[in-house]
């Protein structure tokens, strides 16, 4: 009986295990689609890098991905922007068995530009799987090297420069008091200082016949009424800003809305080449000097002492008083102010020891450097020498050449600072794509949206052509490859209706549309002081310049 129910027991579940085995399918795993994922990418056989520099201007653009591209999904996939935003047509191939995309726009790229390149996850295998990441690169092209203007002598391009640039103080002059505009989008505003420097391209401008001397003698007639019969002044200084019409002060900041000391005796440097350029006998002549004289005598140098300190101060304001209390020290760009207020006539004159107590600190606090720099000794000033302007604005008038005193020989103080300057943009340590030998200098200028006093020491990338160019008489040879590369090979992008713009970027494409009369006055001037010594001559033929000169220690052939 027991074996019986064995038996019936086992064929029950052997049954069982055969209708559950017959009724249910076996599963199937499902497995996904792999992941689809962007591999590496490269530009013209290079691997590319998030910013790519000097990239030609049909670049081809490879990309490497873990599957097979849908091709369909390709050109909404990829998009190529220029810096203004606007796409740019392109191409597409596809390599390794549709695993690799060669994207190469469609024409030529513009030089010196940028370009972005955007991936989306809107691409897709084949397997319709959407890609994991996008990506994004950008890329700078390369500087096209090929001429721009037909090639010239040395001469007729130093001729070319001052005459384009000579365009900004006698075409765009102040149609009323002929004054030199702040800037070319100014309208009403000029500026003081930068009137000093286009008095000075003025004559230059004489001495190369860009215009005749009856024109430059009337255009000086119209600066020196306005500036002696309207302009505003402040104890016989003039403010930084003044309306060119109405002589009203323009405040350039808040508290800055009188006299600027230093902007005047830019001015004034000016005006005094110009007494001592228009030296006829006539009436005419004798009374533009004469109110020449007046505007000079005006000023009450030692009255910006603040109460018979030991040092000028620079700003003065009707309703601050000398609340911005800047001290006028050394080493900078206002050494001329310095020399004018001691050559002054004596009702106003500082004494000695203002400039030896104020300007150079008894050489001390910073006024005496005597370190080098890339193997160039800096008698004076800040580590590495700072902006390249504290050689030019003072320098316009007085000669450096021969001058010295127990502080500095001026000749190498202005070679070596500017050396310096070149040197530190070769060595280039910050790595800006474009820094050469041919494109440096460091100077104040603006910048994208803004403006900044550049220097080895607050270098954003951003090189003035004032700085080299201006510079010409103390590197000639290093001054003229600059000035040849930024005309035959930056010359569409560069060289505008009043000679170069202000400055420009290449590491980040920029380049402005803006012209300083800061920056362009000492342009033309420099260039002239190098080819025939005509400012240096005319500011260090002033007897009170002179005699100013020999009391404050220097010693020079010319004094």
């Excluded at 950008?138 to 010239?152: C, G, V």
């Excluded at 109405?246 to 000391?261: E, R």
């Excluded at 000079?296 to 140098?301: A, G, L, Q």
């Excluded at 700003?315 to 001290?327: A, C, E, M, Q, T």
């Amino acid at each position: 009986m027991k074996n019986i129910l064995l038996i019936i027991t086992l064929a029950l579940t052997f049954a069982a295990c055969k209708k559950s085995s017959t009724s249910s399918p076996p599963v199937v795993p499902v497995v996904p689609p792999s992941a689809f994922n962007f591999i590496s990418s490269a530009i013209n056989g290079n691997t590319s890098a998030a910013l790519n520099y000097n990239v030609g201007f049909a670049p081809v653009l490879k990309f490497s991905f873990s599957d097979k591209v849908d091709r369909t999904t390709v050109a909404a996939s990829f998009l190529i922007k220029d810096n203004g935003g606007m796409p740019v047509n392109f191409t597409s191939t596809f390599q390794n068995s549709d695993s690799v995309v060669l994207i190469q726009p469609a024409a030529s790229l513009a030089a010196i530009s940028k370009y972005i390149l955007l991936l989306s996850t809107s691409l897709k295998s084949q397997k319709n799987v959407a890609l994991s990441s996008g990506t994004t690169f950008t890329f700078i092209t390369k500087i096209d090297s090929s001429r721009k203007f037909s090639a010239i002598t040395d001469n007729e391009l130093l001729d070319k420069t001052q005459s384009q640039t000579f365009k900004y103080f006698y075409d765009f002059g102040h149609p009323v008091s002929g004054l030199a505009r702040e800037r070319n989008t100014s309208g009403e505003t000029v500026t003081s200082g930068g009137s000093g420097f286009g008095v000075m391209a003025l004559l230059a401008g004489v001495n190369r016949n860009f215009i005749t001397r009856a024109q430059g003698f009337s255009r000086l007639q119209t600066i020196t009424s306005f500036l002696k019969n309207t302009a505003q002044t402040f104890h016989g200084a003039y403010p930084h800003w003044l309306n060119g019409s109405t002589g009203v002060v323009i405040p350039f900041s808040t508290k800055d809305n009188g006299a600027d000391l230093v902007e005047t005796s830019f001015l004034i440097q000016g005006l005094l080449c110009a007494r001592q350029f228009f030296n006829g006998t006539d009436a005419a002549e004798t009374t533009l000097r004469n109110d020449i004289n007046f505007i000079y005598d005006r000023v009450e140098w030692d009255w910006f002492t603040q109460g018979n300190q030991n040092v000028l101060y620079w700003h003065w304001s009707p309703n601050y008083n000398w609340d911005i209390n800047l001290k006028i020290k050394g080493w900078n760009e206002t050494l001329v102010t310095y020399v004018l207020a001691r050559s002054a006539a004596p009702a106003h004159r500082i004494p000695a020891s203002v400039y030896t107590s104020g300007w150079t600190g008894n050489g001390s606090n910073g006024f005496t450097n005597g370190n080098s720099y890339y193997g160039y000794q800096l008698p004076l000033g800040e580590n590495l020498g700072g902006p390249l302007f504290f050689e030019h604005y003072s320098f316009l008038g007085i000669n450096p050449n021969g001058l010295s005193d127990g502080y500095a020989n001026y000749a190498t103080q202005t070679k070596n600072h500017t050396l310096i300057n070149y040197s530190y943009c070769i060595a280039n340590p910050k790595n800006y794509f474009g820094y050469s030998d041919s494109t440096w200098g460091l100077t104040a200028s603006d910048i994208p949206n803004g403006y900044t006093a550049s220097s080895p020491t607050n270098d954003v990338g951003v090189i003035a052509p004032t700085a080299a160019i201006s510079s010409l008489p103390y590197t000639p040879a290093e001054s003229m490859k600059a000035l040849k590369f930024y005309y035959y090979v930056l010359g569409d992008k560069i060289f505008k209706q009043y000679g170069f713009v202000d400055a420009f970027r290449l590491n980040d494409p920029w380049f402005a549309d803006s012209f300083l009369a800061i920056d362009q006055g000492p342009i033309i001037v420099q260039i002239e002081n190098y080819r025939t010594g005509l400012l240096w001559n005319l500011f260090t033929s002033c007897p009170e310049v002179k005699a100013g000169m020999l009391s404050l220690g220097f010693s020079a052939p010319y004094l």
